[in-house]
């Protein structure tokens, strides 16, 4: 397994400004001593040291905080909790399994997935951020801001799983480009927003629309401005569902920035990539949308399975749509004693895309037996489930735990990896945790 971890002196070591502004939305000017330190950068530097900063608007431009910079651990994202950096630029950060133990992932455990360079938001006042609706079927399109978007339609709360369609990557042989996920590029935070359905039927969809897509004020990483990073979409029904949400809020919080302060996406159930951050437009197409990342190999599989290794031409490809059933164990933390002679309490989350889990099975004898766990409802539809069994070991040694689920139409996920396809999408293979048991 390759890990790219990255220290904060290498951050800063490639460039200072670019690393301040990464870190804190702090703005230094080359050949000037001052950055400034404002508003939500500041707030995230004083989480980051642990206390507030008096003397801030001292502080020179890119200077790393000593508190942080004599710190022999690997620093973490400010505002986050132990997440592994994949890539800096773009920022990419997944969650250690047994970070994501809480049954409602808090912001600081969220992995964070962007394609670009996010847009600087600590200067916007949320309320007057607008949100256009346009596209060949939208019949009357208009803009909406988010104040007009909060007093015009009724509010809704729902927890909804949002997985990256390369988590898992980092397992497929021949490997994938792109970030290295293993496990933690998933989460299920409580969203409130209004639903996308009563946005479009304000707006007017026409009989000819097909698909429902976003535009978004990150930027290329190029720095080209006439290319967007990614501009994804779903077909009309998906987005119609009571489900899917134009969200301005986590876990009763304003959105994070690093999570598309401050509006969003949030289309539960499906790829993450199609819930776009820093929304800006939604657009109501007369065709399947041909937006940045929506075409190639971009967030698309061998239409028939192929051999490990295949090229597969564009044509051949098609488009993921709702996830696949997968689980994740919790707790305990993989590489954990366990005395013997106590019982082992095992638990997850398990989710299936559209779908809902319907059983939740672990073994501790590499598959050669399986025993029910037990497994709750999901509080809403699209939300993950959590699941529990008590795991009694017979003798002292190393033991595997192995967690697999199976949806409402009967399908399970496969204890080895499922079909390879060239960018490593949709590994739904068992999780399974080392433990020792002593
Ligand atoms: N505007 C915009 N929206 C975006 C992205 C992005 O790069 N830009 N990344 C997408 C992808 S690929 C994923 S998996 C999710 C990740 O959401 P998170 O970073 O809030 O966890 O956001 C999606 N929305
Ligand atoms: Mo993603």
Known sequence: MTEKARGIHELYGDDRARADRLLWGRVTHPGSRRGFLRGSGLAAMSAAVGAAIPFAQWMPGGLIPAALAQRSDQFSIPGKDGLRVLNDRPLNAETPAHLLDDAVTPAERLF????????????????????????????RPQVFTLRELQEGFDHHSLQLQLECGGNGRVEFHPPARGNQW?????????????????????????????????????????????????????????????????????????????HGFPVRLVIGGWSGSVSGKWLTRILIRDRVHDGAKMGGQSYRVPCEPVAPGTEVAGEDMCIIGSMPVKSLITHPKSGDCRTYGQIAEV??????????????????????TWQ????????????????????????????????????????????????????GYLNNACHRIAVSVA
């Open 112 to 139: 964070v997935r962007n394609n670009g360079t996010p847009p600087l938001t600590e200067n916007i006042d949320p309320l007057y951020w607008g949100v256009e609706v346009a596209g060949e079927s939208c019949i």
């Open 182 to 258: 293993s496990t933690g590029a998933v989460g299920c935070p409580v969203w409130t927003g209004v639903r996308l359905k009563d946005v479009l039927e304000r707006c007017g969809v026409a009989d000819d629309a097909v698909y429902v897509a976003y535009e978004a004020a990150d930027r290329h990483v190029s720095g080209d401005a006439s290319k967007q990073p990614i501009s994804r979409g779903v077909p009309v029904r998906k987005a119609m569902e009571e489900e899917s949400l134009i969200a301005w809020g986590m876990n009763g919080e304003p959105l994070p920035p690093l």
């Open 347 to 368: 638990r997850g989350h398990a989710w299936a895309g559209d779908l809902e889990v319907a059983r939740m099975v672990t073994s501790i004898d590499f598959g050669a």
């Open 372 to 423: 029910r766990a037990d497994l709750k409802k999901p509080v809403n539809r699209l939300a993950w489930q959590r699941w529990s069994a008590a795991v009694d070991f017979p003798q002292p040694g190393y033991y595997e735990i192995w967690a697999r689920a199976v949806d409402a139409r009967g399908v399970s996920q496969p204890v080895v990896l499922p079909n390879w396809n060239p960018r």
